[in-house]
Structures are given as structure tokens and as C-alpha cells.
């Protein structure tokens, strides 16, 4: 690891741009993401595609912000499309006025996501919700994705987002029967010759709540919270199909949660921890529901628990770290058999490993003893929905064949409607945001000795501000150590780099600060931002408590250094 006294000329700034408005982190805000589980290959002449999915907000934004993804989660890994997809032109469409507005990427409407890309996603520029007219953005409201794209002869485009719901649609067909036209609201109309599919892209809907204490959750898990078994062919809910996206709203559809879905079928805990992708949402959540097991275990009850635990507690340990306040779990429901279609408990037989006492009980019961010890915020009684009342290793039964499971492993729709309830109501009960801090209850609670409190003032003219020592947690009246400051360095050992590293505190607990980095190749005023996306941008928690007290974590962002640069400037801005 290098200095920044190196071959780069490094500058560092701090920059308050006034109050007036709070700005939260960039989060999950809406509804109906899902990342890609599957590819679909075009042939001959058909290599166009139009994409358009409802996203529900689960509150009020200040900021929109759409990302793709170029990739699918295969059974044994993250896979990389081998094509490159384009985005011609994409909106998002306000339902309840019509209204559009276009997405670009840095400032341009078409963006091609490249080919065999370690890209996480790809985020269009930022939408400030000022620019909607009439009443801000809210809760409930939906928003429409909009996508008018290309792919190579014989390429391949990734299948996420559930595109059934009425309005919806992800259809593939022939450029010469495109109908010319973007930047449109409504249904989208028939196409000559177009070939319709359930899912449309991979994508995830954030943003930046207008007020701390809304749930953004993201679901972790297998073939039973990724909805196998439910319809994906007409939806039950806007939100989409499987327990998890079902219960993001209520019955009536509304009351929005905002979700987002990194469930496959097939997948275990050993997938996850070798993935790179997934984990990089982590930090867009405040609560993670984590479902693996039914796979590790195996259908023969082969699997190691011991192994399981492990594994599992590493994924809620990253969760946290990533900054997720609250991390759920949920039940291992019954495997079984069944000789009359699971019509009546009785003649049901648990699979090995299943049964009374064995492997699904230990991790059961480990779960209670997790949250005992802190590493589980609560469990998600899944089985009082769908066990049989007096013993829970089989399913629940009303006399009628295949009533809540076809298969004796997975949920059908049935299931599915009865299940998501109950995590919906787990879900409701969490508080999030409640540490959350402002400059004026943080100021409130120090003796200023007769100083000046005001955000701009430095009593002590040690060179940081106020509104710095509230942004790095430190105290504004004591002398300023340099290691508590910002620094960057200049790393040529990690690979993919060279790497610029910026390192800074964070305080954990300020709902209304905004931290922002900028770049430049010159001082000559062309600050463009930076976004993380994973792969030349990301964002990593060194220490997720440096001083033992919960009040602040250590953060560094790399960015990487383009072939070419002869220098490099960043800044770190601060909106609150």
C-alpha cells in the first residue's frame, strides 16, 4: 500500500452545501426487483426487446435511482452474460399522472451493459423528486420501468423482474417491426411477431427516503422464498409472486414495503458465501430476510449442520457489517412425502433428516438460541402458517388434495398467500432508523462552553468544522487528531487496481447527513460524481465499530485508477 504523496496528485475536500433538506442513504424504495435467475437466447432476427415493470415506492423519495444487472444466478454460481445487452432508450412513467422522465447514464439516454461484466449493476443517473410535477412522490405511488433495448445476433438477455402483471410486459422481436417510439406512457402496444416472456431485466429500484424509518428489506434464500411452486404466469400482488414479494403489500395491495429479491431456486448458503454480486446489495437494506437450509440439509438429510450454522452466521455477520440493522430468519418448513396428495397429515412421512428430532429441529432450535445471543433479530414462525397444528413436521391439511404444497418441499399459491402474512407482520414489527441522529439533537446534547454551535463554525480553529466533527463523530471542541480525518492512498497491491482509497469515519447514527464523493481529472471545476457500482467503484466497511461505542464506522471506498491517468482528484462532500 502506497501513499498518496505517489505518481498521483491527490486532493481531499470537505464542502457544506446548507440545510434546507435531509438527504438518506441510498436505499431499496420500491417494490418488484428482482436479480437474474435465468437467460433467454434470441435467434435469427429478433434482437429487440421493450421492458416495462410497476414498482411500488414503500414511501415518500427524495431521489430515484433505477440499476440493471448483466448477469443471472446460476445453481452453483453467478454467472456473467456472455452478451452485451443495450439500452437504447429508458423512462420511468409516473402512473398516477403519466408524467415521464428519462434515464440516462451520465447523462446519456443509451448505455450498453458490456459482455462478461463483474458489474453488480449498472445505476442511470439519479432523479431528484423535485422534478416530478404535483405532489412529491409518496408511498404506495407506482412507477413505472420503461426499457426499449437491443441485443447481438443470437445473444442472450438475463430474466428477472416479474413482467405479468396487468400493464406489464418484457417482450423480444424483430427491430424492423419496432414501433419508433420511447418516452411513452400506457400499456405498451402489440408488436408484430413478438415472442412475450413471464420476466423481464434484472433490476433494482432505489433511492433516497425523504424521512429515516422506512423498511428497505432484502430477501436472501432458496427455492422456497423465491416463490417456486407459485404462479408466475398472473400474479397475485403487484409486487410478484412467491411468499417474500407477496408480502410486501397488504391485502388490499397497498401499504408498500420496499423489497428487493436475491432468491434462486437450487441455491444454498455455500452459494452465497462464494458469490461476489449479492453481497454488494447488502448495503442498500436495513433488514435482510435470510432463508437457506432447505438445500444443505438435502432432500436425504445429508447435509452437515455444524457447516450450515457456520455458513449461515458469516451471512448475517456480513449483513451487518454492510450495515443492515436488522437481520430475520426464517423456519425450515416440513419435506415430506405423501400417498393421497398431502390431502391429510397421516399419511404423510417426513423425509430423512426431517423427521422428529433430527437435522430441520437442531437448526430450528438453533435459530431461537442465535437471537438469544444477538446475532438474529427475530424469527419468522413460518411454521404456525403452514405445519400441521399438531406436529410440525408435516403440512397443514383441510382435507383437499395439494391444499398448501404440490411437492411436499416447495409452497404453491395457496401457500404462498397464506405465508406472506406472517412475514409482512414480522416485517412491520422491526424498527429501523432509531438511533437515527440530526445535527440539531446532536448539538443539543454537548456543553459548547459559550461557543459557536452553528454547523459552518470551528471554536477551536483546528481546521474542522462542526457539521465535520457531527459527520465523522468526533468531538468539535477537542483538538483534531490526524488519523480521525479523511485520507486517501493509493493502492497497487489489490487486484484489478491501481486502486484510489478513500478513508473515512462515519458517524452511524446521522439520519441527515448525506456523504457524497466527487471526482475530477483537474481542479479546473469539472467535479463529476461518483457512484458505487461494485466493480470500479465500491464501498467497503473496514471497522463496523472503531471506537467500541456503536457510534461510528470506519469506511473506504475504492475507486479505480483508468489506464492513462496521470492524475486523480476526489472529494468528499457533505449534504445535510
Known amino acids: ?129 423535485d422534478l416530478w410535477t404535483g405532489a412529491a412522490p409518496g408511498q404506495d405511488e407506482v412507477f413505472w420501468v420503461n426499457v426499449r433495448g437491443s441485443l447481438p445476433v443470437d445473444g442472450e438477455v438475463c430474466m428477472g423482474s416479474p413482467a405479468t402483471w396487468p400493464g406489464a410486459k418484457f417482450v423480444v422481436y424483430d427491430p424492423v417491426n419496432a414501433p419508433g417510439t420511447f418516452d411513452t406512457a400506457g400499456a405498451v402496444a402489440s408488436i408484430p411477431g413478438q415472442i412475450n416472456r413471464v420476466l423481464g431485466l434484472p433490476l433494482v429500484f432505489t433511492g433516497r427516503y425523504r ?125 415430506c412425502s405423501s400417498t393421497d396428495s398431502f390431502s391429510s397429515a397421516e399419511n404423510q412421512t417426513p423425509n430423512d433428516g426431517w423427521g422428529a428430532g433430527e437435522k430441520r429441529d437442531e437448526i430450528n432450535a438453533y435459530f431461537d438460541l442465535a437471537v438469544g445471543e444477538g446475532k438474529l433479530d427475530g424469527v419468522v414462525e413460518t411454521l404456525v402458517a403452514v405445519a400441521d397444528p399438531t406436529d410440525d413436521h408435516y403440512w397443514q391439511t383441510d382435507g383437499s388434495a395439494k391444499y398448501l404444497t404440490s411437492d411436499g418441499t416447495h409452497l404453491n399459491a395457496t401457500g404462498n398467500s397464506v405465508l406472506a402474512p406472517v412475514l409482512r407482520a414480522a416485517l412491520l414489527a422491526l424498527e429501523v432508523d432509531v438511533e437515527v441522529d440530526t445535527y440539531g439533537e446532536w448539538s443539543g446534547r454537548l456543553d459548547w462552553q459559550g461557543q459557536d454551535d ?55 447514527s446521522a439520519g441527515d447527513l448525506g456523504y457524497h464523493l466527487k471526482a475530477s481529472d483537474d481542479l479546473t471545476g469539472n467535479w463529476e460524481d461518483v457512484f458505487l457500482n461494485g466493480l470500479d467503484v465500491v464501498e467497503e466497511t473496514l471497522d463496523a465499530n472503531p471506537d467500541g461505542d456503536g457510534t461510528a464506522q470506519l469506511m473506504r471506498v475504492r475507486m479505480k485508477i483508468a489506464t492513462g491517468d496521470s492524475q486523480k482528484f476526489m472529494c468528499l462532500t457533505l449534504r445535510m
Not at 498518496?4 to 464542502?15: D, K, S
Not at 454467472?79 to 428519462?102: C, F, H
Not at 442498500?284 to 455458513?311: H, Y
Not at 474542522?464 to 488519523?483: K, W
Request: negative net charge; aromatic residues 10%.
Open 211 to 335: 424521512e429515516p424509518g422506512h423498511l428497505s428489506v432484502i430477501g436472501i434464500g432458496d427455492s422456497i422464498m423465491d416463490g417456486t411452486g407459485d404462479s408466475v404466469s398472473t400474479l397475485a400482488t403487484i409486487s410478484g409472486f412467491g411468499f417474500f414479494n407477496r408480502s410486501a403489500v397488504d391485502e388490499e395491495g397497498a401499504n408498500a414495503i420496499a423489497m428487493f429479491n436475491l432468491t434462486r431456486h437450487g441455491a444454498t448458503s455455500a452459494i452465497w458465501n462464494t458469490a461476489s454480486r449479492q453481497k454488494q446489495f447488502l448495503p442498500l437494506a436495513n433488514v435482510v430476510v435470510e432463508e437457506f437450509g432447505t438445500n444443505d440439509i438435502g432432500s436425504r438429510g445429508t447435509g452437515n449442520v455444524d457447516d450450515l450454522k457456520t455458513r449461515l452466521e458469516g451471512i448475517w455477520t456480513q449483513a451487518r457489517d454492510a450495515g443492515v440493522q436488522k437481520v430475520l430468519r426464517t423456519r425450515l418448513l416440513p419435506r
Open 1 to 129: 500500500m502506497l501513499k498518496t504523496a505517489c505518481w498521483h496528485l491527490i486532493f481531499w475536500g470537505l464542502y457544506f452545501t446548507g440545510t434546507g433538506f435531509a438527504e438518506g442513504p441510498l436505499r431499496i424504495v420500491a417494490t418488484g426487483g428482482r436479480m437474474g435467475t435465468s437467460t433467454y437466447r434470441v435467434s435469427g432476427s429478433i434482437t429487440a426487446f421493450r421492458h416495462r415493470t410497476p414498482h411500488m415506492l414503500g414511501g415518500a423519495v427524495d431521489e430515484m435511482q433505477v440499476g440493471f444487472m448483466n448477469w443471472v444466478h446460476g445453481y452453483t454460481a453467478e454467472v456473467a452474460n456472455s452478451s452485451a445487452v443495450t439500452i437504447e432508450y429508458a423512462w420511468l412513467e409516473r402512473a398516477s399522472t403519466g408524467q415521464i422522465l428519462p434515464l440516462t447514464f451520465e447523462g446519456e439516454r443509451e448505455f450498453v451493459m458490456p459482455a462478461d461484466s463483474e458489474q453488480a449493476y449498472f445505476p442511470a443517473d439519479p432523479i431528484d423528486s
Open 454 to 508: 452553528s454547523p459552518t463554525a470551528d471554536p477551536n480553529r483546528d481546521g474542522l468544522s462542526n457539521l465535520g466533527a457531527y459527520a465523522y463523530d468526533l468531538d468539535p471542541l477537542a483538538e483534531v487528531q490526524a488519523g480521525d480525518l479523511p485520507y486517501l492512498e493509493v493502492d497497487t497491491d489489490t487486484a484489478n487496481g491501481p486502486w484510489l482509497d478513500l478513508i473515512y469515519r462515519r458517524n452511524s
